[in-house]
């Protein structure tokens, strides 16, 4: 049988026609088609701008700055996420702490977030920005989130990579109703995707503003910025030091192209999760939280292999589930444990809950592709690993 992988990309012809379209017209880059992907994920999601780029950690440390975090600014992001996400934070030059999660959702913990929050003011060191991240395509408790960090005055940017196309309160994930930025990744493993690439969204002219200008080396053309009169038509101020972070056409047209099955591949890992909830019925395995106020984009299948039930077996039945071809993963690894951040003087410890959830979990196949068959045998295999 076929190795089956956690998650694939689905490319039809139309996406294939929309970048063959791309390489035979006059722009490669900076042409229209990034403007359009821009115009499509702002009408989708309902967030007033839209800011394009080559992937998902470059928005969140355009996003990061923008909001004006700095050297010596602290950045509270949850442990149970990609390690970009904590990362962007240090490309600014931000001290970086972890709010643990939730055990239920693995979601940032509300409760954790309020009492750090009221500490944090006892002792003088409040964050300038709390990033959230919709574990899994779940979103969080936005709403409660919200109403703290407005109390204490902090940002919140969500890291909504796993999550275009869910929905919290029914509106859709890039609203920004709740914060001041979401960002989208569109890596091939994500729910859509442009090869590599990304995207923020905010209700924000000036945040907007300040993202396009970092995008592009911090260059204008924009009179009302430059601080000398046009020397001639050619003429272009560096406000700022900013990046290339550009998407190319190609990317976009793909983007614009995949945009239209987004509803569609929501829909389908929709389906296969309540196939998945029937197949493990009976198996001793426990299964994510479905809250019935949030709809989640389903990045992610993580199930957990409780050890006071089971013992400690995730690495057993992880190595005999790829041994018989099941592409399983682990999301993740708390990022304070990783080497870098241990440097950083974190220990093993600092979030029980992250780390009880880190020795448990098992990302299985979950992509618009998978077939009914292919589903059968991986929940076969682990009830037969774990009878
Ligand atoms: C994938 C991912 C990123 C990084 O996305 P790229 O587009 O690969 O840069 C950041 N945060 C989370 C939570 C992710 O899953």
Not at 149 to 160: F, H, N, P, Q, T
Not at 307 to 323: M, P, S, T
Not at 362 to 379: N, R, V
Request: with cysteine.
């Amino acid at each position: 049988m076929a190795y089956i992988p956690y998650g694939r990309h689905d490319i039809n012809d139309d996406d294939i026609a929309a970048v063959v379209r791309v390489l035979k017209s006059d722009f490669l880059t900076q042409g229209p088609a990034v403007p359009q992907f821009e115009q499509g994920i702002a009408d989708y999601s309902g967030a007033k701008y839209a800011v394009a780029v080559n992937s998902a950690t470059s928005a969140l440390h355009l996003a990061y700055l923008s909001i004006g975090v700095t050297a010596g600014d602290l950045v509270w992001v949850p442990p149970i996420t990609f390690v970009a996400t904590a990362n962007a934070a240090r490309y600014c030059g931000a001290d970086i702490d972890f709010v643990d999660v939730d055990a239920e959702t693995s979601n940032m913990s509300v409760e954790a977030l309020a009492s750090k929050l009221s500490e944090a003011e006892a002792h003088g060191r409040l964050p300038k920005l709390i990033v959230v991240v919709h574990m899994c395509g779940t979103p969080c408790d936005m709403e409660r989130i919200s109403q703290l960090a407005r109390a204490y005055g902090v940002a919140i940017v969500e890291d909504a990579s796993h999550a275009i196309g869910s929905r919290y309160q029914g509106k859709l994930t890039g609203s920004c109703e709740y914060s001041d930025i979401a960002v989208f990744s569109f890596h091939p493993v994500k729910i859509m995707t442009t090869a590599e690439g990304g995207l923020a969204t905010t209700n924000s002219l000036e945040l907007a503003e300040k993202m396009r200008l970092l995008r592009s080396h911090g260059i204008s053309r924009d009179a009302t910025l430059m601080e000398s009169e046009a020397h001639g038509d050619w003429y272009y101020e560096q406000i700022e030091l900013g990046y290339n972070y550009r998407m190319t056409e190609l990317q976009a047209a793909l983007g614009c192209s995949q945009l239209e099955r987004l509803d569609e591949f929501v829909e389908k890992r929709h389906q296969l999760v309540d196939r998945y909830f029937e197949l493990l019925q009976d198996v001793p395995v426990q299964l994510p939280p479905r809250d019935p106020d949030m709809y989640s984009s389903y990045h992610l299948f993580v199930i957990g292999l409780d050890e006071n039930q089971l013992g400690d077996c995730r690495g057993r039945i992880f190595h005999e589930l790829r041994a018989a071809g099941i592409g399983v993963n682990v999301h993740y690894m708390p990022v304070y444990l990783q080497p870098y951040y241990r440097r950083l003087g974190f220990e093993s410890g600092y979030c029980p809950a992250a780390e009880t959830y880190y020795k448990q979990a098992i990302s299985i196949p979950l992509f618009p592709g998978l077939s009914e068959s292919d589903q059968d045998f991986i929940t076969a295999t682990l009830k037969k690993k774990l009878s």
